[in-house]
């Protein structure tokens, strides 16, 4: 009998308007909190577990913290830095597994430990039994809140961006080729169990903040972790503002730069050795919206693990842009050219 996943009783707004609101001239507004940077699965019975040394290595090449995030003055924060790049510092990706034996696994980036989740608790709490695929698999969700608290309405493409960096880090550093699943679908909430992001009630039953799984990779019960990949992703830095300023007091930017600086609203972009941009026809339809998304975010994140391998120049991603008229712009990676001994 195929496992029956339970219908959420609460009606969730459609994708398409929720993008096309993303890219509406509106102000976000102030901040609003968002949520715990990690999901205390502990709440719900979960239990430390050993994994794969291949998919520890896996998880703590693309999330594990490292020290903190600095003011532009050098003060620590309390946000660690992680080796992948996210939008604001909000870090929403989260990581989970699904075992050989079907268990299902999440990361806490902070402990560098994995849980095994309870089936038991779960169920008995009502959330859905799920799929059980053959083979292991690699979910990549997102805490909405983490960056809907700073961007709001902004947020859905910051959450696939986030998503498609982090996917394309794990293709980077794993050896072979990995087949992938995009989302949002049924089909990768089911493979996690979980109940719909927005049914609020289910997931705070558990004591947890509500996930949204956005990806899924195949992968080997113990994958193959590149070590010198692992270490370019370990130390990559985006250049710091300050960087792209000192450059630009010099001359004018070209007009494609000026384009993405002013769109933006950063004028730190001014400084860039060159920018390249992802767009689309304003008001596209909304599998055309979705599909662009995916491809813009997955090549700027190839763009960045080429820079690593170079190590001719740097890449600072650019996002949140304000509507130009017939043109919604995506996405933008600002390069910095730099020399091959200064840092990644």
């Not at 910095?336 to 200064?342: D, F």
Request: proline letters at 12%; charged letters at 20%; a positive charge.
């Amino acid at each position: 009998m195929e496992p029956r996943i339970l219908p959420s009783p609460v009606a969730a707004p459609p994708i398409p308007e929720l993008l096309r609101r993303a890219f509406s001239g509106a102000h976000p507004g102030p901040p609003v909190p968002p949520g715990p940077r990690g999901n205390p699965w502990w709440n719900a019975g979960a239990e430390p577990a050993e994994v794969a040394p291949g998919v520890q290595a896996l998880a703590d090449a693309l999330l594990r913290a490292g020290e903190p995030h600095r003011t532009a003055s050098g003060e620590p924060t309390s946000i660690p830095r992680r080796p992948i790049p996210s939008a604001g510092g909000a870090y929403p990706v989260q990581l989970h597994l699904v075992g050989p034996d079907g268990g299902r696994f999440a990361y806490d980036p902070d402990a560098a430990r994995w849980w095994r989740r309870s089936p038991t608790r779960e169920r008995a709490a009502g959330w859905p039994s799920g799929v059980r695929p053959r083979g292991s698999r690699l979910v990549l969700a997102v805490q909405p809140g983490r960056s809907f608290g700073r961007y709001r309405h902004r947020a859905w493409p910051l959450w696939i961006a986030d998503t498609a960096y982090a996917l394309q880090a794990a293709r980077f550093v794993l050896a072979g080729s990995h087949r992938v699943r995009l989302g949002p679908d049924a089909d990768l909430r089911a493979l996690l169990a979980f109940p719909a992001a927005h049914d609020d009630d289910a997931w705070l039953r558990l004591g947890l903040a509500p996930l949204l799984p956005l990806a899924m990779m195949e992968i080997a019960d113990d994958p193959a972790v590149l070590e010198a990949h692992r270490n370019l992703l370990r130390e990559r830095r985006s250049p710091e503002h300050s960087e792209y300023l000192a450059r630009a007091e010099g001359d004018p930017p070209d007009p494609g730069v000026e384009r993405v600086a002013l769109a933006s609203g950063q004028s730190w972009v001014r400084g860039a050795s060159a920018v390249r941009v992802w767009s689309v026809p304003a008001d596209p339809p909304a599998d055309l919206l979705l599909r662009e998304l995916w491809r813009a975010h997955l090549e700027a994140a190839e763009l960045l693990t080429s820079a690593l391998r170079s190590g001719a120049y740097g890449v600072r991603p650019v996002s949140g842009f304000s509507p130009e008229p017939g043109t919604w712009i995506l996405h933008a990676s600002a390069l910095l050219a730099r020399s091959k001994e200064s840092d990644r």
